[in-house]
Protein backbone atom coordinates (compact mmCIF):
# COMPACT_ATOMS: atom_id res chain seq x y z
CA UNK A 1 0.00 0.00 0.00
CA UNK A 2 1.28 3.70 -1.02
CA UNK A 3 1.53 5.96 1.84
CA UNK A 4 1.57 8.99 -0.32
CA UNK A 5 0.29 7.86 -3.76
CA UNK A 6 -1.07 11.08 -5.04
CA UNK A 7 1.39 13.80 -3.08
CA UNK A 8 3.89 11.26 -4.46
CA UNK A 9 3.45 11.48 -8.03
CA UNK A 10 2.69 15.28 -7.74
CA UNK A 11 6.31 15.91 -6.67
CA UNK A 12 8.06 13.88 -8.42
CA UNK A 13 6.48 15.22 -12.04
CA UNK A 14 7.37 18.61 -10.70
CA UNK A 15 11.40 17.56 -10.42
CA UNK A 16 13.20 18.34 -13.40
CA UNK A 17 14.61 15.39 -15.32
CA UNK A 18 18.23 16.65 -14.17
CA UNK A 19 17.35 16.68 -10.21
CA UNK A 20 16.53 12.54 -11.03
CA UNK A 21 19.46 11.67 -9.06
CA UNK A 22 19.36 13.88 -6.32
CA UNK A 23 15.50 12.49 -5.93
CA UNK A 24 16.63 9.36 -5.66
CA UNK A 25 17.88 8.72 -1.97
CA UNK A 26 14.43 10.25 -0.99
CA UNK A 27 12.72 7.42 -2.10
CA UNK A 28 13.80 5.31 0.56
CA UNK A 29 11.99 7.44 3.40
CA UNK A 30 8.93 5.78 2.54
CA UNK A 31 10.11 1.88 1.93
CA UNK A 32 11.58 2.30 5.19
CA UNK A 33 8.08 3.93 6.61
CA UNK A 34 6.16 1.08 5.15
CA UNK A 35 8.93 -1.60 6.40
CA UNK A 36 8.43 -0.20 9.83
CA UNK A 37 4.85 -0.93 9.91
CA UNK A 38 5.27 -4.45 8.45
CA UNK A 39 8.35 -4.53 11.42
CA UNK A 40 4.93 -4.32 14.17
CA UNK A 41 3.66 -7.81 12.85
CA UNK A 42 6.98 -9.55 14.42
CA UNK A 43 6.79 -7.03 17.67
CA UNK A 44 3.16 -8.42 18.31
CA UNK A 45 4.49 -11.69 17.91
CA UNK A 46 7.45 -11.27 20.31
CA UNK A 47 5.37 -9.49 22.98
CA UNK A 48 2.98 -12.32 22.92
CA UNK A 49 5.55 -14.89 23.79
CA UNK A 50 6.49 -12.47 26.40
CA UNK A 51 2.90 -12.60 27.36
CA UNK A 52 3.10 -16.17 27.57
CA UNK A 53 6.21 -16.47 29.32
CA UNK A 54 4.57 -13.78 32.21
CA UNK A 55 1.19 -15.77 32.28
CA UNK A 56 0.10 -18.76 30.23
CA UNK A 57 -3.03 -17.73 30.28
CA UNK A 58 -2.18 -14.38 28.19
CA UNK A 59 -2.47 -16.67 24.68
CA UNK A 60 -5.84 -18.47 25.77
CA UNK A 61 -8.61 -17.52 23.79
CA UNK A 62 -10.88 -15.65 26.34
CA UNK A 63 -8.02 -13.43 27.03
CA UNK A 64 -7.20 -13.20 23.77
CA UNK A 65 -10.73 -11.99 23.22
CA UNK A 66 -10.38 -9.75 26.19
CA UNK A 67 -7.94 -7.88 24.48
CA UNK A 68 -9.39 -7.70 21.13
CA UNK A 69 -13.15 -6.32 22.88
CA UNK A 70 -11.02 -3.76 25.15
CA UNK A 71 -9.62 -2.43 22.34
CA UNK A 72 -12.10 -2.22 19.82
CA UNK A 73 -13.34 0.89 21.01
CA UNK A 74 -10.65 2.75 21.32
CA UNK A 75 -9.28 1.69 17.47
CA UNK A 76 -12.12 3.00 15.98
CA UNK A 77 -11.37 6.08 17.48
CA UNK A 78 -7.46 5.50 16.47
CA UNK A 79 -8.86 4.88 13.18
CA UNK A 80 -10.81 8.02 12.92
CA UNK A 81 -7.58 10.08 13.80
CA UNK A 82 -5.75 8.28 11.72
CA UNK A 83 -7.47 9.58 8.77
CA UNK A 84 -7.84 12.84 9.86
CA UNK A 85 -3.58 12.67 10.39
CA UNK A 86 -3.27 11.43 6.77
CA UNK A 87 -5.06 14.69 5.65
CA UNK A 88 -2.61 16.60 7.59
CA UNK A 89 -5.09 18.14 10.44
CA UNK A 90 -5.54 16.95 14.14
CA UNK A 91 -8.64 16.40 15.82
CA UNK A 92 -8.18 16.02 19.77
CA UNK A 93 -12.13 16.47 20.08
CA UNK A 94 -12.57 12.99 19.54
CA UNK A 95 -11.78 12.14 22.78
CA UNK A 96 -15.14 14.42 24.14
CA UNK A 97 -16.62 13.46 21.18
CA UNK A 98 -16.61 9.64 22.40
CA UNK A 99 -18.13 10.60 25.69
CA UNK A 100 -20.83 13.31 24.91
CA UNK A 101 -22.44 11.60 21.76
CA UNK A 102 -24.41 8.71 24.50
CA UNK A 103 -24.27 11.08 26.93
CA UNK A 104 -26.12 13.62 25.52
CA UNK A 105 -28.75 10.91 23.72
CA UNK A 106 -28.96 9.03 27.05
CA UNK A 107 -29.90 12.14 28.35
CA UNK A 108 -32.63 12.42 25.89
CA UNK A 109 -33.85 8.76 26.14
CA UNK A 110 -33.82 7.91 29.67
CA UNK A 111 -37.06 7.64 32.13
CA UNK A 112 -36.04 10.23 35.24
CA UNK A 113 -38.62 8.26 36.84
CA UNK A 114 -36.38 5.53 36.93
CA UNK A 115 -32.89 7.33 37.10
CA UNK A 116 -33.71 8.94 40.35
CA UNK A 117 -34.35 12.54 38.05
CA UNK A 118 -31.07 12.17 35.88
CA UNK A 119 -33.13 12.54 32.02
CA UNK A 120 -35.87 14.25 30.30
CA UNK A 121 -37.09 11.04 28.46
CA UNK A 122 -37.88 13.20 25.32
CA UNK A 123 -36.42 11.44 22.56
CA UNK A 124 -37.73 7.59 21.56
CA UNK A 125 -35.49 4.67 22.69
CA UNK A 126 -36.06 3.14 18.33
CA UNK A 127 -33.85 6.74 17.72
CA UNK A 128 -30.75 6.50 19.93
CA UNK A 129 -28.61 5.18 17.91
CA UNK A 130 -28.69 7.19 14.19
CA UNK A 131 -29.11 10.34 17.18
CA UNK A 132 -25.85 9.18 18.71
CA UNK A 133 -24.30 9.38 15.07
CA UNK A 134 -25.98 12.67 14.16
CA UNK A 135 -24.45 14.03 17.56
CA UNK A 136 -21.00 12.83 15.96
CA UNK A 137 -21.41 14.29 12.51
CA UNK A 138 -22.44 17.92 13.96
CA UNK A 139 -19.20 18.01 15.80
CA UNK A 140 -17.23 17.12 13.03
CA UNK A 141 -19.12 19.28 11.07
CA UNK A 142 -18.63 22.19 13.36
CA UNK A 143 -14.80 21.64 13.60
CA UNK A 144 -14.87 21.54 9.91
CA UNK A 145 -16.77 25.30 9.75
CA UNK A 146 -14.31 26.80 11.93
CA UNK A 147 -10.93 24.61 10.53
CA UNK A 148 -11.98 24.76 6.88
CA UNK A 149 -14.20 27.46 6.40
CA UNK A 150 -12.45 30.12 8.88
CA UNK A 151 -9.31 28.99 8.21
CA UNK A 152 -8.73 28.48 12.04
CA UNK A 153 -5.45 26.33 13.27
CA UNK A 154 -6.94 22.58 13.74
CA UNK A 155 -5.29 22.04 17.15
CA UNK A 156 -6.53 25.11 18.70
CA UNK A 157 -10.16 24.49 17.49
CA UNK A 158 -10.05 20.96 18.50
CA UNK A 159 -8.40 21.78 22.20
CA UNK A 160 -11.34 23.87 22.79
CA UNK A 161 -14.24 21.95 21.40
CA UNK A 162 -13.13 19.28 23.61
CA UNK A 163 -13.07 21.23 26.61
CA UNK A 164 -16.42 22.56 25.25
CA UNK A 165 -17.96 19.21 24.90
CA UNK A 166 -16.55 17.43 28.12
CA UNK A 167 -18.14 20.55 29.96
CA UNK A 168 -21.16 20.09 28.12
CA UNK A 169 -21.39 16.40 29.49
CA UNK A 170 -20.49 16.97 32.95
CA UNK A 171 -23.28 20.18 32.91
CA UNK A 172 -26.28 17.61 31.33
CA UNK A 173 -25.03 15.18 33.97
CA UNK A 174 -24.69 16.72 36.85
CA UNK A 175 -20.96 15.25 37.31
CA UNK A 176 -23.42 11.13 37.76
CA UNK A 177 -23.81 8.60 35.46
CA UNK A 178 -26.35 8.23 33.07
CA UNK A 179 -27.50 4.07 33.31
CA UNK A 180 -31.06 2.32 32.63
CA UNK A 181 -29.84 2.59 29.01
CA UNK A 182 -32.40 1.21 26.59
CA UNK A 183 -31.66 -1.86 24.93
CA UNK A 184 -30.81 0.20 21.50
CA UNK A 185 -27.90 1.50 23.00
CA UNK A 186 -26.64 -1.36 24.71
CA UNK A 187 -27.24 -4.06 21.81
CA UNK A 188 -23.92 -3.61 19.82
CA UNK A 189 -21.92 -3.42 22.57
CA UNK A 190 -23.20 -6.36 24.76
CA UNK A 191 -23.90 -8.95 22.17
CA UNK A 192 -22.21 -11.31 20.51
CA UNK A 193 -21.72 -12.16 17.29
CA UNK A 194 -20.75 -16.27 16.32
CA UNK A 195 -19.22 -16.35 19.40
CA UNK A 196 -17.43 -12.65 19.90
CA UNK A 197 -18.62 -9.65 20.81
CA UNK A 198 -20.22 -7.73 17.89
CA UNK A 199 -17.71 -4.42 18.67
CA UNK A 200 -14.76 -6.75 17.65
CA UNK A 201 -16.57 -7.36 14.03
CA UNK A 202 -17.41 -4.10 14.01
CA UNK A 203 -13.71 -1.99 14.32
CA UNK A 204 -12.61 -5.04 12.33
CA UNK A 205 -14.85 -4.48 9.28
CA UNK A 206 -14.35 -0.47 9.46
CA UNK A 207 -10.60 -0.96 9.53
CA UNK A 208 -11.02 -3.31 6.34
CA UNK A 209 -12.99 -0.71 5.10
CA UNK A 210 -9.95 1.95 5.91
CA UNK A 211 -7.82 -0.21 4.36
CA UNK A 212 -9.45 -0.32 0.92
CA UNK A 213 -10.88 3.40 0.80
CA UNK A 214 -7.41 4.99 1.35
CA UNK A 215 -5.09 2.59 -0.20
CA UNK A 216 -7.32 1.76 -3.53
CA UNK A 217 -10.02 4.22 -3.95
CA UNK A 218 -9.54 8.20 -5.51
CA UNK A 219 -11.14 9.96 -2.11
CA UNK A 220 -7.67 7.92 0.24
CA UNK A 221 -5.81 9.16 -2.71
CA UNK A 222 -6.94 12.50 -2.21
CA UNK A 223 -6.34 12.46 1.45
CA UNK A 224 -2.61 11.69 1.37
CA UNK A 225 -2.03 14.07 -1.81
CA UNK A 226 -4.09 16.87 1.44
CA UNK A 227 -1.86 15.98 3.69
CA UNK A 228 1.48 15.71 1.58
CA UNK A 229 0.91 19.64 -0.13
CA UNK A 230 -2.52 20.57 0.61
CA UNK A 231 -1.52 23.23 -2.47
CA UNK A 232 -0.40 21.02 -5.03
CA UNK A 233 -3.58 18.56 -4.47
CA UNK A 234 -5.74 21.73 -4.90
CA UNK A 235 -3.59 22.55 -8.16
CA UNK A 236 -4.64 19.08 -9.11
CA UNK A 237 -8.03 19.92 -8.96
CA UNK A 238 -8.86 18.60 -5.61
CA UNK A 239 -11.27 19.91 -3.72
CA UNK A 240 -9.36 20.04 -0.60
CA UNK A 241 -12.12 21.98 1.16
CA UNK A 242 -14.61 19.75 0.60
CA UNK A 243 -12.57 16.82 1.29
CA UNK A 244 -11.34 17.92 4.60
CA UNK A 245 -14.99 19.14 6.11
CA UNK A 246 -16.02 15.43 5.28
CA UNK A 247 -12.96 13.60 7.02
CA UNK A 248 -14.08 15.60 9.60
CA UNK A 249 -17.73 14.72 9.88
CA UNK A 250 -16.72 11.18 9.27
CA UNK A 251 -14.39 11.18 12.24
CA UNK A 252 -16.78 12.84 14.38
CA UNK A 253 -19.35 9.56 13.70
CA UNK A 254 -17.07 7.21 14.20
CA UNK A 255 -15.88 8.55 17.65
CA UNK A 256 -19.28 8.63 18.19
CA UNK A 257 -20.32 5.02 17.14
CA UNK A 258 -17.30 4.28 19.86
CA UNK A 259 -18.84 5.90 22.49
CA UNK A 260 -21.88 4.03 21.83
CA UNK A 261 -19.98 0.46 21.66
CA UNK A 262 -18.07 1.14 25.13
CA UNK A 263 -21.45 2.76 26.91
CA UNK A 264 -23.51 -0.50 25.69
CA UNK A 265 -20.65 -2.69 27.30
CA UNK A 266 -20.80 -1.03 30.22
CA UNK A 267 -24.58 -0.46 29.83
CA UNK A 268 -24.05 3.21 31.22
CA UNK A 269 -22.27 6.51 29.81
CA UNK A 270 -20.23 7.82 33.17
CA UNK A 271 -19.24 11.72 32.68
CA UNK A 272 -16.20 11.40 32.71
CA UNK A 273 -16.23 8.96 29.61
CA UNK A 274 -13.58 9.20 27.06
CA UNK A 275 -11.39 11.23 29.65
CA UNK A 276 -7.61 10.65 28.67
CA UNK A 277 -8.23 8.69 25.79
CA UNK A 278 -6.68 10.83 23.42
CA UNK A 279 -3.42 10.01 24.98
CA UNK A 280 -3.94 6.13 23.45
CA UNK A 281 -5.56 7.35 20.25
CA UNK A 282 -2.26 8.88 19.53
CA UNK A 283 -0.04 6.56 21.20
CA UNK A 284 -1.24 4.05 18.79
CA UNK A 285 -1.43 6.02 15.95
CA UNK A 286 2.31 7.52 15.98
CA UNK A 287 3.77 3.42 16.68
CA UNK A 288 1.95 2.31 13.70
CA UNK A 289 3.87 4.77 11.74
CA UNK A 290 0.93 7.51 10.95
CA UNK A 291 2.63 10.93 10.78
CA UNK A 292 1.91 14.29 12.67
CA UNK A 293 3.25 15.89 9.34
CA UNK A 294 0.18 14.54 7.44
CA UNK A 295 0.42 12.90 3.52
CA UNK A 296 2.18 9.15 5.66
CA UNK A 297 1.21 6.10 7.17
CA UNK A 298 -1.89 3.19 6.56
CA UNK A 299 -4.57 1.81 8.31
CA UNK A 300 -2.88 -1.10 8.06
CA UNK A 301 -0.32 0.02 10.42
CA UNK A 302 -2.69 2.19 13.53
CA UNK A 303 -4.15 -1.46 13.56
CA UNK A 304 -0.92 -2.70 14.34
CA UNK A 305 -0.18 -0.25 16.61
CA UNK A 306 -3.44 0.02 18.94
CA UNK A 307 -3.24 -3.92 18.80
CA UNK A 308 0.70 -3.91 20.21
CA UNK A 309 -0.17 -1.36 22.76
CA UNK A 310 -3.42 -3.44 24.38
CA UNK A 311 -1.12 -6.31 24.33
CA UNK A 312 1.59 -4.88 25.96
CA UNK A 313 -1.06 -3.32 28.41
CA UNK A 314 -2.31 -6.71 29.39
CA UNK A 315 1.00 -8.66 29.56
CA UNK A 316 1.62 -5.17 32.01
CA UNK A 317 -1.66 -6.31 33.93
CA UNK A 318 -0.62 -9.89 34.05
CA UNK A 319 2.23 -9.28 35.68
CA UNK A 320 0.85 -7.40 37.67
CA UNK A 321 1.67 -3.62 37.19
CA UNK A 322 -0.63 -1.11 38.61
CA UNK A 323 -2.39 0.28 35.87
CA UNK A 324 -1.67 3.69 36.76
CA UNK A 325 1.48 3.39 35.05
CA UNK A 326 -0.71 3.46 32.16
CA UNK A 327 -0.15 6.29 31.13
CA UNK A 328 3.43 6.59 31.63
CA UNK A 329 3.05 3.49 29.34
CA UNK A 330 1.08 5.80 26.33
CA UNK A 331 3.92 8.98 26.69
CA UNK A 332 7.02 6.76 26.68
CA UNK A 333 5.42 4.43 23.25
CA UNK A 334 4.68 8.35 21.42
CA UNK A 335 7.57 9.59 22.44
CA UNK A 336 9.57 6.59 21.19
CA UNK A 337 7.41 6.16 17.88
CA UNK A 338 8.50 10.11 17.28
CA UNK A 339 12.19 9.05 17.79
CA UNK A 340 11.74 6.28 15.24
CA UNK A 341 9.91 8.44 12.58
CA UNK A 342 12.49 10.79 12.68
CA UNK A 343 15.31 8.27 11.97
CA UNK A 344 13.19 6.39 10.05
CA UNK A 345 11.96 9.23 7.58
CA UNK A 346 15.15 11.53 7.74
CA UNK A 347 12.67 14.33 7.74
CA UNK A 348 12.10 17.34 10.32
CA UNK A 349 9.09 17.05 12.26
CA UNK A 350 7.31 20.36 12.53
Known amino acids: MSDTPMSDTLST ?84 TFGLAPGLVAWLVVDPAVTHGLGLHVLPAAWAVPAVLLTGALVGAFNGLLIVRFGLNGFVVTLGMLIVLRGLLTGISGGKTFFALPASMTY ?31 PGRALYAIGGNV ?51 FAAAVIGGVSLNGGKGTVFGAFTGVLLLFMILNVLTLAGVPAQWTNFLNGAVILVALVLSRVTGGKAQT
Not at 13 to 37: E, N, Q, V, Y
Not at 58 to 87: C, R
Not at 190 to 217: D, H, K, R
Not at 252 to 264: D, K, Q, Y
Request: aromatic letters at 4%.
Open 188 to 218: LGSAEWLGVPASVWLSLGLFAAGIVVLGFTR
Open 231 to 281: DAARAAGIRTDRVLWLTLVVAGMLAALAGLLISGRLAAVPAAQGSGAIFQV
Open 13 to 96: DAAPASGAAAARPRRRGPAIARLRDLALVPAIIAVAIVGFVVNPVFLQSDNIVNVLQSMSEVSIVVLAETVVLVAGKMDLSLES
